[in-house]
């Protein structure tokens, strides 16, 4: 009697979690520790503390692939709200830290509020538009706007323009898939490059230079461009098949920055070379067409906006870590997913796929 | 513009969005591609490029240490300095053949027995790249004589090197503590406060007193520097240099000529001195005895060394004054007077017989006095002055331990006082609570409070047990009127590079809620322990100012019934410990002290004339006889003027 106990007991805790997803997962879970045991030059600790997060981010996963998207959509609209408030707070009793107001002090816990708002913030326009799904008119998209551009401009003024530009990607994304015309697409494309010169003089002082990096880092090697310089010799002298696992010249000799958070694609790709990165792109390729796949067999409206939006912003996170990493993109602060060192980032990702795989779990 | 306001054809609105699916799909794909194709070109195309690029990475980042903030007492004399010094350096990855190294260099320079069970001690410590000091302090002489060398030996470096420095010693071991090699416990600490990176490179962290407790203003930030390496990893050229942001300067309220003086009054006999500024909360002065020299530490303290400071018996690496637990004998009586006459328990100018034994109804148990004949009748001043035991026996029978407990502790007794030191012990104000928690583990009767339990809680004895630094700043409350301020050590804080200054806010807590006529009823009783008929009376000769004190003896052992106390007979360690608590001037104190001399009687005869003779220095400059041209701190015996060092400045 005892096999079959344990074959229900395993049933009830695999039912929920999303067997494709979780496997690419799982794959890209191995190749983290490992780098991560490498970029922190052999901290058990750093380990302990990873394996602490990921347990947390598969609790909450489960969580949220147990709960019905149909419950869970009620929450939105009190999630973003207290998302918009702590904002809020956050521009009056904000904690600074180089420069930018990012965190709040609870007492207990310090937490960063924009972080709430990544998924907080497409909830909420889905199931706005759930909500008035057979009236949808333009005014709707107006409103949406509205709900969009308000934890934009709040994150925004912080100023954490990475973090500001995923935040309302992420809506629009909710609203590419809501079906907003191509004529406003493609029109607010045309005047965003317009408006380009007019927000390069609304950028700040280091915000300009990042660009200016990214176009010609050798104008200053030893300043700005330091960092992507290094991180592009890392790359590259990782060559076809790597240097070997704990064998990364720039990441032992310290010349990698962060590089066990923002930069740890780069000790991954000098470590494990162009087949590592091979395979990882191919991990994430893996999600993603999940993915998409459950938002094309979703039910209801919330769902298939909902589910298009978190695997786009997943998406957004590779590309643009990578890309910045790669020196293809400017420096800005985006954790690549489930590889990046940090507990909140993590759980907070644990949460969208959570939600992604109960989306995918309710069958028509 | 024209849109449909409700999509009525359902088929139609899936396929545009199946569409949009299948668009938002390829467009990810091609990023990725996009992506990929990028890592051909630089891992494959450009391989051979980046690939010597790295070989040839010349340029490394070295981190700049920034200089540890000093620390000065309130008139800027330096407490803890840095000065500059090589030191020869040995990184262990470099090494071919690290025995035969070590004995190349013994040639060179002297490497004693010590500095090689140091420097595997330190080995063992550390990560294989990061460089391990062999010899400290080398002579100009050494240095050149290895810089000369340096080709023979890959891996070694001569560097120069901050020293930390404490020119006072043992005067002030327990309130500076000291600074020490960063071991593996620190490291962890850093790396969960995520303070790691600005430690690079850093070898030193605070391990005890201000240098622990300030560590996050006196470490700075660190600076980096861009150096051209050649093969060997030598630095050839700075190419560009980010300056590191020196530690922040603390300056202290103590005044470390008052600290000598009160170290000094000691001489051999252990205890604790605390003086506060009551209307501040500042520290004037924090002593605890013996003390040890700090130096011994910083680089890594030898084994005799710590093995006969660890086992000595006078325990001097114990900073008595905050984690030292004495019961207060008779000083704790004017906070019981207080909280006495703001009970009701007895009026200001009630009066009371004070015998020489007091009983409870229906037992024979005597509870003596130290005054055999008694004091005839009393009131609470004059049983202060006197320091009639029986008096407060019957106090604190008629106010039960219920009733003392909450007003007693508005003075801060039994609880930390939020001084800047770390390890504060909290002490016991008793309470029904407090024994029932402290006896957990033992038999109802042992648990339960006895009625009879709070009488010798009434004149200091039984549970009670403070620090001295508690007695001080209780003291400081009473003087001040019970304004409380939290007791503070560092009184500025100075940014290196602005200079900029942090005032440490004398802000007082709260205000006690005691009626304020009050207070001159306990300090009538205080000022006339200094006068003729008072238990200090022989301590006011001299006096220029007003002073009000309180004398105190904490017994160490119990008495038997019908026995006598006598010293003679006792080993030194049973001997009664001396308490004074003093503050001056009367009527706008400045000065608020708690002393205590352990094993040394009667608190008029050794603790006493220690509080004089600190209080005469602070308020009029005085030296004391004794200790004139013995100063440290005053090469000769000089007036209290302000003296600023030239040596503060940086």
């Not at chain 1, 700005?224 to 240097?243: E, N, R, T």
């Not at chain 2, 460089?131 to 002489?141: F, I, Q, T």
Request: glycine share 8%; no cysteine.
């Amino acid at each position: 009697m005892q096999a079959p106990l344990a074959k229900r007991i395993w049933d009830a805790i695999a039912a929920p979690f999303d067997g494709w997803l979780m496997a690419f997962l799982a794959g890209i879970f191995v190749m983290s520790m490992l780098v991560l045991f490498s970029a922190s030059n052999q901290s058990w600790h750093k380990i302990d503390n990873k394996l602490v997060y990921t347990i947390m981010a598969l609790t909450v996963m489960w969580i949220m692939a147990n709960a019905r998207p149909q419950t869970v959509m009620n929450f939105a609209p009190p999630l973003y709200a207290a998302g918009v408030l702590l904002l809020v707070g956050v521009e009056l009793f904000g904690i600074t830290v180089n420069g930018s107001t990012r965190w709040l002090n609870l007492g207990i816990v310090r937490i960063q509020p924009s972080e709430i708002m990544k998924t907080a913030l497409p909830m909420m326009v889905a199931w706005y538009f759930q909500k008035y799904e057979s009236t949808l008119n333009w005014r709707h998209y107006l409103v949406a706007v509205a709900l969009i551009a308000v934890p934009g401009a709040l994150v925004l003024k912080q100023p954490d323009l990475g973090t500001a530009v995923l935040i309302m990607g992420a809506g629009f994304f909710v609203l590419f898939f809501a079906g907003l015309s191509w004529k406003i697409i493609i029109g607010g494309l045309v005047a965003f490059l317009a408006s380009l010169p007019v927000v390069w003089n609304l950028l700040h002082d280091y915000q300009r230079r990042r660009v200016l990096t990214l176009i010609d880092p050798m104008q200053d090697p030893l300043g700005d461009g330091y960092h992507i310089i290094q991180s592009m010799i890392a790359i590259g002298s990782g060559g076809p098949w790597g240097k070997g696992w704990l064998n990364g010249s720039q990441t032992h000799l310290d010349y990698i920055p962060e590089r066990t958070t923002d930069f740890i694609f780069a000790v991954y790709s000098e470590e494990f070379g162009l087949a590592g990165n091979l395979l990882l792109l191919a991990l994430y390729l893996g999600v993603i067409t999940r993915g998409m796949l459950i938002t094309a067999r979703a039910q209801t409206l919330y769902g298939r906006l909902l589910a298009g939006a978190i695997t786009l912003s997943f998406f957004v996170y590779v590309f643009v870590n990578m890309g910045m990493v790669a020196g293809i993109l400017p420096v800005v602060g985006v954790p690549l997913p489930f590889m990046s060192y940090g507990g909140t980032a993590t759980v907070s990702l644990a949460v969208a796929l959570g939600m992604l795989m109960s989306i995918g779990n309710t069958k028509r | 513009m024209h849109r449909p306001t409700r999509l009525k054809d359902a088929q139609a609105e899936e396929s545009q969005f199946q569409l949009r699916l299948v668009i938002a799909y390829g467009f990810m794909v091609l990023m990725l591609l996009t992506l990929a194709a990028r890592f051909i070109w630089l891992q494959v195309m450009q391989y051979e490029h980046f690939a010597t690029l790295a070989q040839n990475n010349s340029i490394s980042l070295v981190p700049v240490q920034p200089n540890r903030g000093l620390i000065m007492d309130r008139n800027g004399v330096v407490l803890a300095q840095n000065h500059a010094a090589y030191t020869l350096e040995i990184t262990p990855a470099k090494m071919a053949d690290m025995e035969a190294t070590i004995k190349a260099l013994g040639g060179l320079v002297d490497i004693t027995p010590r500095d090689e069970r140091r420097f595997r001690k330190f080995l063992s410590e550390s990560k294989d790249f990061e460089p391990v000091p062999l010899k400290l302090r080398l002579s100009e002489d050494e240095a050149a004589r290895i810089a000369a060398n340096a080709w023979r030996f890959p891996g070694v470096e001569v560097k120069a090197r901050l020293f930390r420095d404490y020119p006072y010693k043992e005067l002030t071991s327990h309130v500076l503590g000291y600074i020490g090699r960063i071991n593996q416990r620190d490291q962890q600490k850093l790396e969960e406060d995520d303070k790691l990176a600005n430690y690079r490179g850093a070898t030193h962290i605070g391990k005890l007193g201000l240098e622990a407790v300030y560590e996050a203003e006196l470490h700075g930030t660190n600076g980096f520097e861009e150096v051209e390496t050649d093969a060997g990893g030598r630095a050839v050229r700075s190419l560009r240099r980010t300056p590191p942001i020196h530690g922040n300067n603390l300056k202290l309220a103590l005044d470390i000529r008052l600290q000598e003086v009160a170290d000094k009054l000691f001489g051999q006999r252990r205890g604790a001195l605390v003086a506060i500024d009551p209307q501040t909360g500042g520290v004037l002065a924090f002593v605890s005895k013996p003390g040890f020299d700090p130096n011994l530490f910083i680089d890594g303290i030898d084994s005799t060394s710590w093995k006969s400071l660890n086992e000595d018996w006078q325990k001097p690496l114990v900073n008595r004054a905050v984690r030292g637990l004495y019961p207060p004998g008779s000083t704790f009586k004017p906070f019981m007077a207080m909280a006495a006459l703001q009970s009701g328990a007895i009026g200001p100018y009630d009066l009371r017989p004070a015998p020489g034994y007091f009983t409870l109804p229906g037992s024979s148990h005597q509870f003596r006095d130290s005054n055999p004949r008694g004091n005839g009748m009393v009131n609470i001043s004059k049983a202060i002055a006197v320091s009639s035991d029986t008096f407060f026996y019957r106090v604190a029978w008629d106010m039960g331990i219920d009733r003392i407990h909450p007003l007693v502790g508005q003075f801060g007794l039994g609880q930390k006082t939020g001084i800047d030191l770390d390890g504060e012990a909290s002490g016991v104000l008793p309470s029904k609570e407090w024994k029932e928690k402290r006896f957990a583990r033992f038999k109802p009767e042992v648990r339960r409070w006895y009625p009879a339990d709070v009488v010798s809680v009434g004149i200091g004895q039984g549970f009670n047990a403070y620090t001295p630094l508690q007695m001080a700043n209780a003291t400081a409350i009473l003087a001040a009127d019970g304004k409380v301020f939290k007791p503070h050590l560092v009184q500025e804080i100075t940014q290196a590079g602005s200079g900029k200054i942090r005032l440490v806010e004398p802000r007082p807590v709260r205000t006690l809620a005691f009626r304020p006529e009050l207070y001159q009823h306990v300090k009538d009783g205080m000022v006339a322990v200094m006068r003729p008929g008072g238990t200090a009376a022989r301590l006011a000769a001299g006096l220029t100012y007003t002073m009000a004190g309180k004398t105190g003896t904490a017994q160490v052992v119990q008495i038997k019934q019908g026995a006598k106390y006598n010293a003679a007979a006792l080993a030194e360690q049973y001997r009664d410990h001396s308490w004074f608590i003093a503050f001056a001037p009367v009527e706008a104190p400045r000065i608020a002290i708690a002393v205590i001399v352990e094993n040394a009687g009667f608190g008029a005869a050794s603790a006493a004339p220690i509080a004089r003779a600190v209080s005469d220095f602070a308020l009029t400059g005085k030296v004391p006889a004794e200790l004139q041209g013995k100063m440290m701190t005053m090469p000769q015996p000089a007036p209290a003027g302000d003296k600023h060092d030239a040596s503060a400045a940086r």
